[in-house]
């Protein structure tokens, strides 16, 4: 009787063993469920939000290339009034060669040429 006991014994301990792994596989699946589903979720949404991105982004291109031409249109603008003043100095100031600095001599002073 007292062997039955603990074989009794041993047989609900090993039983409560196998209970506690199950419960701890079942967490762990349960919680990987729930991971799952949070990263589904998650995909859903921004699968969800990239019709109204790419429209965004579509947008915005289109404003970046507006953009692009008013300020190459600004900088042609630019170069033509440059051009302009030149060409009015050119006619009130003369030749531009007129005003340069004299050219200095390749010898130096002081050091005589060999």
Request: glycine share 6%; with cysteine.
């Amino acid at each position: 009787m007292i062997a039955r006991g603990h074989e009794m014994e041993d047989s609900v301990r090993n039983a409560q063993a196998k209970a506690a792994k199950a419960e701890v596989e079942a967490k762990d699946a349960v919680q990987k469920a729930t991971t799952v589903a949070t990263i589904q979720g998650g995909l859903d949404l921004d699968v969800a939000a990239v019709p109204v991105a790419a429209n965004t982004v579509k947008i915005q291109t289109a404003a970046v290339k507006a953009q692009k031409e008013k300020l190459q249109t600004a900088y042609d603008d630019m170069v033509a009034a440059g051009s302009v003043c030149d060409a009015a100095s050119a006619t009130i100031c003369g030749s531009r060669d007129r005003w340069r600095a004299p050219r200095r001599s390749k010898s130096r002073p002081g050091k005589p040429r060999r």
